[in-house]
């Protein structure tokens, strides 16, 4: 046994890469080797990317459809090889014309394709398949060409025939009109064919880079910046800042070559720039660390009067259009909140929600409408819209540590299912008054609604927090 055998042998084995890794990789090799070696260290993703991945996966089963008879390789089929050897049968089956998340391995890395349609009948491919990538985006964006090209990759290297590649995404231009969602119009498909095949040239050595690093026994030193941010978020990046100072010179807004030039003379500090550093005002500003508004805003502060309207608002853009006269990603306003406050401190508070609805009584202590017919049956589907207005009258004072009240509010909202016409859907109404007690931060509330369309009454003690 040789020297170098013996060294080889004591090199950390390198697992199976997959497209999602490759991605990674691209991005930051320390990335990549966190993934590989310390995914314990990644965050979570939170609601909002969950969210993302969870219209990822709906376009990704509307865009199905487009291929009826394509058959489905289950994502959770296990082990990966069962997956691979099913894809490999389908592949010889002349009845299948498409098929969904087939699996293919190459040199140690595996891929599952969106959807592969078989196209027939040419007299150079007699039986070769198209790659389609599926993408909840409203174009072909860089990430998605290395993405098709490490897939044609390895298609090729496992013998496949690839006629085209393609890239499959949202179309703006659709209009919904309601119903069913015509998916000829709202998907696009782009033929990325001739730049995934120039660029699937560099995947060979962007792999052998890539499994160099996986060779390391620790993760390459690649100071965090702008790259961790794009194409998308990375979970490490708590892990790789933990020890960054509150006031890092990466938070000094405007050009970040400047940021770059400091980085390279050693400043990690905002609060270790030099005097004579070359700075914009803004930058000036952060550095000194002043609080400033500018005279424009600073009247406008000082014009405002009582009653002030505390005003927040969210909205929503959805892939899919799920109201008529929509179309795919408008902005759409779901939800506001307005705090007044009078002169006297008092506040009141109206608010709007759209939400997902229930067939139990709306209830919780956040202050979605209690007055309203949720339970009868007749009022339920998988949308939801509501509002309600509520006027608060304290009876004591916060001054004693607890603040007693009375309130009255009315409701109004109606629920529909997904494709149904949201206009047809009816309108329900409730009115009520109760009783509330704040101690603290907690709030505790005891109201009487009533169903203007049932008559019922209904008695609801709630609580929550309030800041
Ligand atoms: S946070 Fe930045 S530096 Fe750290 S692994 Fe992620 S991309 Fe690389």
Redesign the pocket.
């Known amino acids: 046994m040789t020297t170098s055998d013996t060294e080889n042998d004591l090199r950390p084995v390198i697992p199976r890469l997959s497209k999602s890794k490759f991605l990674s990789g691209l991005?930051?090799h320390?990335?990549l080797y966190?993934e590989m070696r310390h995914p314990e260290l990644a965050e979570p993703p939170d609601l909002s990317t969950q969210a993302i991945f969870a219209m990822g996966t709906e376009i990704g089963i509307l865009a199905q459809r487009r291929f009826p008879g394509g058959v489905l390789v289950a994502p959770t089929l296990r082990p990966r090889e069962a997956a691979v050897a099913l894809t490999a049968k389908l592949l010889q089956d002349p009845d299948v014309p498409a098929i969904f998340e087939g699996a293919f391995e190459h040199e140690g890395v595996i891929v599952r394709v969106d959807i592969l349609e078989r196209v027939l009948g040419t007299e150079e491919h007699r039986s070769a398949w198209r790659l389609i990538e599926v993408k909840s985006s409203t174009r072909v964006k860089e990430v998605h060409l290395n993405d098709l090209a490490i897939q044609r990759h390895v298609l090729i290297g496992a013998g496949l025939d690839l006629a085209g590649t393609c890239l499959m995404h949202i179309d703006t231009g659709y209009f919904y009109e309601g119903g069913e969602v015509d998916l000829e119009a709202l998907f696009a498909l782009d033929d990325v064919s001739t730049v995934v095949a120039e660029r699937q040239g560099k995947v060979p050595e962007q792999l052998e880079a890539m499994k160099s690093i996986l060779r390391e026994s620790s993760p390459p030193a690649?100071?965090?910046?702008d790259?961790?941010h794009s194409p998308y978020e990375?979970p490490?990046?708590a892990?790789?800042?933990k020890d960054k100072p509150l006031r890092w010179i990466y938070h000094l807004p405007g050009p970040k070559k400047v940021v770059q030039q400091l980085v390279q003379e050693g400043i990690t500090s905002i609060d270790e720039i030099p005097e004579a550093a070359n700075l914009s005002i803004t930058q000036r500003r952060v550095k000194d660390n002043v609080e400033w508004a500018s005279d424009d805003l600073a009247r406008v502060l000082q014009s405002v009067e009582y009653p002030v309207h505390h005003l927040d608002f969210e909205t929503v853009m959805l892939a899919v259009p799920k109201f008529s006269r929509m179309k795919p990603y408008q902005s759409i306003p779901v939800q506001w909140s307005n705090h007044i406050e009078l002169q006297s401190g008092e506040i009141i508070h109206h608010e709007f929600l759209h939400g997902e609805a229930t067939n139990v009584v709306s209830v919780d202590p956040s202050g979605n409408p209690i007055g309203l017919d949720f339970d009868t049956g007749e009022f339920a589907g998988d949308r939801m819209l509501s509002t309600s207005a509520e006027v608060r009258v304290p009876l004591t004072s916060v001054l004693h540590g607890s603040k007693l009240g009375v309130t009255v509010f009315t409701d109004a909202g109606t629920a529909w299912d997904f494709g149904s016409p949201m206009d047809r859907a009816e309108w329900h109404q409730g009115v009520g008054g109760g009783v509330f007690l704040i101690a603290s931060i907690v709030r505790i509330n005891l109201d009487i609604a009533h169903g203007l369309k049932t008559g019922d009454t209904k008695v609801h003690l709630s609580s929550g927090f309030t800041f």
Do not use: A, S, V
């Open positions: 991005q930051c320390k990335r966190l690649i100071e965090p910046d790259r961790c990375c490490f990046w892990h790789c800042t």
